[in-house]
């Protein structure tokens, strides 16, 4: 239902068309409801569903109660294996004796140390199939009837939904954002924007797509509904467009297997080629790249039954290595390996956005004579690279003064791996000129507030949204490297996955680091306890779902608290029906269930390659405890995965984000204070319109303001 997603997205109520009358009741129910779960309805939201009639209000109600509830977890139910978690959880060796015991005498009684030394001497025992071992022993009603009524506190979370138009208006608004927007989606709401491109398919259309997967989900649906296709001026668009349309990767990171494509569909993607081809023929030179998935592609396309486009033939010739066409990177590499960096800039300044994420290797390999022509040809491409590039560049610039402890590369499905970093620092004065041009040609690019800034101080450590690739998809997740406060005495750490088909195991696990990133212990299913910190015990199946927890009181000893869900067995990330991460702050004297989703502080989804997830870090610093997004796999071993095992890997990764110094909505908001006045929120209500700029919108701001929160800030890159 595109209204549950408008919810989830937005925080916005879509407004019904449903027959007037009297839902006040309704209204009272939905607020109630809201509130268990963390949210609050406001004051235009409850008047509009009190003024619907009872089954249209009843109706908005529970799909706003549902998408809610569903974004921060709170759909399933979350049971624990230990059932009076946090307490009673038995120290480890305990535990595991207790089910040797059990194991010898599975008919009752109590076994002997004779009995337990005469079965370990076996050498057969698997600890894992012992009698009672990763299966629930209790239901999840016999667990809420363990733990007293959740004790509410001043600090729980309170997040407040508004009103907004019809459906109607809110999936065009939501539709134009996501495909007009500058940053490249992630694969949830690229999702999204193909329902979204049916919706909306006679509607507005976004004035322009830059983001060439978004051109490839748009076209997709256009191709298979028998219409024109938009912004198609490569040929890797047309690939991108046929890999859409068989449900295959348009990142082209993936092999596609083709479908088979109708004559006409068939007619219009070879039009398409002969039109770009013949328009510009040097755009041949971007096949080889990608000459694999082209011969297959010719396989279903069947060019050569059409005569009328001789360019699109061409193409796969190309593909096949019956015809070389040299591209811009190969004629750039080759001045490079000639000592000629400076020419190598020269060919590149045909693509700006190559030319600028060459910049750093050229700068390096180019004598001292030739540096000023490398400069001056980055300097040139400035104004013609996107924003997004801009800032990647800049924020590249800001790490190259000094060589890090160690490079960490992490590709578009967030698999992450760390090499050494060989690369000798930039000159500062280098790195201080690139710097002032790209502030001065970034700030340029700024859109207009159309009134004065008001600025939630908490948004201003949330790096700059520049892929959605980076992130997953969930409750106020933050893109990779952001910092969020930690608020409360107490973090929990829960994770949920439900398998498909096959019996799978995920263990939860914390791992605890020093100052200097060394190990200072662990807590996970071979170890419950560590200086307070707490494991609410091991599920090893989840045919119906299955969740563990972790406590840490923030008064542990180190300096980095880093929560990873390990795959023992089982099912990837990607196979599994859902899964799912996050965490909860309490207070001290906060009791209750192990679940409750007015501590839930974020939740994100887990859906990515590798065998073990990396989400955030936990680090403590003179502002507190701050929460530092990772967004990470690692690759892991097939199975048996466990936190002892990665110790040396985990912290070789965290320490390289930690150590990154990322580009934050600080920066931007430094770039607007030259040419408008800029105010911090502290609660109270301006005096008149403002463009707010925060993770939430606030109930009080005055009519006219413009608000940009978690779900717009990508519409502040610059284009």
């Known amino acids: 239902m595109l209204e549950k997603v408008i919810v989830q997205k937005t925080l916005r109520v879509p407004a019904s068309t449903g027959a007037a009358g009297d839902g006040t009741r309704v209204a009272r129910q939905l607020d109630a409801a809201l509130l268990d779960a963390g949210f609050s309805a406001s004051r235009a939201v409850l008047e509009h569903v009190g003024a619907l009639a009872p089954g249209p209000a009843m109706d908005l109600a529970a799909t706003v109660v549902s998408a809610v509830r569903e974004l921060v977890g709170d759909h399933v139910r979350h049971n624990a294996y230990f059932i009076g978690f946090p307490d009673d959880v038995p120290d480890t060796v305990e535990f595991w004796t207790g089910r040797l015991r059990a194991a010898v005498l599975a008919g009752g009684g109590s076994a002997t140390d004779e009995q337990l030394r005469s079965l370990l001497a076996t050498g057969g025992v698997n600890l894992l199939d012992l009698p009672g071992y990763g299966t629930y022993q209790h239901t999840y009603d016999e667990l809420l ?5 959740f004790v509410a506190a001043a600090g729980d979370r309170l997040t407040v939904l508004h009103l907004g138009d019809s459906a109607e208006a809110e999936a065009s608004r939501l539709y134009l954002a996501l495909a007009g927007g500058a940053v490249p989606l992630g694969e949830a709401d690229l999702a999204i924007l193909g329902e979204l491109a049916v919706a909306c398919l006679d509607g507005e259309q976004p004035a322009t797509i830059p983001v060439r997967e978004h051109r490839a989900v748009l076209n997709g649906v256009r191709l298979v509904l028998g219409r024109p296709l938009v912004a198609v001026d490569t040929t890797t668009d047309v690939l991108r467009l046929a890999c859409q349309a068989s449900g295959g990767d348009a990142s082209l990171a993936t092999p596609t297997r083709f479908r088979a494509f109708r004559r006409r569909e068939r007619r219009v993607l070879l039009a398409a ?27 279903r396309l069947h060019p050569h039954e059409y005569a009328q486009w001789p360019q699109a033939r061409e193409v796969f010739a190309v593909a096949r290595g019956e015809r070389r066409v040299r591209n811009l990177a190969g004629r750039a590499e080759a ?8 020419r190598a800039a020269t060919v590149l300044s045909a693509a700006p956005g190559l030319l600028l994420r060459s910049a750093d290797r050229l700068l390096r390999l180019a004598p001292p004579a ?68 790209l502030d001065a040609e970034i700030g340029a690019r700024l859109p207009e507030p159309a009134h004065p800034l008001l600025v939630d101080p908490d948004v201003l450590d949330v790096a700059l949204p520049l892929s959605g690739k980076a992130a997953e998809g969930g409750f106020a997740v933050l893109p990779r490297g952001s910092r969020a406060p930690v608020p409360g005495e107490l973090l929990r750490f829960f994770t949920y996955w439900r398998q ?11 791992l605890l680091l020093d100052d200097e990133f060394h190990t200072a212990g662990q807590v996970s299913w071979t170890n419950y306890h560590h200086d307070g910190v707490v494991h609410s ?33 089982g099912e990837s990330f990607d196979e599994v029906a859902e899964s799912m991460f996050g965490y909860q702050t309490r207070t001290a004297d906060q009791h209750g269930t192990p679940f409750d989703a007015r501590t839930v502080r974020a939740r994100s989804h887990m859906r990515g390659e590798g065998r073990i997830a990396l989400p955030m870090v936990f680090a403590k610093g003179e502002r507190g405890w701050q929460a530092v997004w990772l967004h990470l796999y690692l690759h892991g071993r097939p199975a048996f995965n466990r936190v002892e095992d990665n110790t040396l890997t985990t912290a070789d990764r965290v320490r390289a984000l930690m150590e990154r110094r990322y580009l934050t909505m600080a920066y931007l908001i430094d770039r607007w204070r030259t040419r408008t006045e800029v105010t911090m929120w502290d609660g109270r209500a301006p005096d008149g319109p403002v463009t707010y700029i925060g993770l939430e919108a606030p109930d009080n701001l005055p009519e006219g303001s413009e608000v940009y929160t978690l779900d717009r800030l990508t519409e502040l890159i610059p284009a």
């Open 537 to 569: 015990g091991d599920i090893t199946d989840a045919p119906n779902g299955a969740t563990e927890f972790i406590d840490v009181p923030l008064t542990v000893g180190g300096r980095y608290v880093v929560p990873q869900v390990y795959i023992y067995a």
């Open 145 to 149: 009837a363990a733990h007293d009524a």
């Open 370 to 437: 030739q540096r000023a022509a490398v400069v001056d040809a980055v300097t040139a491409a400035l104004g013609s690279a996107s924003g997004r590039v801009l800032c990647s560049l800049r924020e590249h610039v800001g790490n190259r003064l000094a060589p890090v402890s160690a490079r960490m590369y992490a590709n578009r499905s967030r698999r992450a791996w760390v090499g050494r970093d060989e690369r000798p620092p930039l000159p500062a004065e280098l790195v201080a000129d690139l710097s002032a041009r």
């Open 335 to 342: 001045a490079v390996r000639a000592g000629a960096a400076d």
């Open 273 to 299: 080629l002969h039109e770009i081809v013949a328009a510009a023929p040097d755009k041949l030179g971007d096949v080889a790249r990608h000459a694999e998935p082209w011969k297959r592609l010719g396989e």
């Open 500 to 510: 498909n088909s096959r019996r799978t195991d995920y263990d939860l696990s914390v």
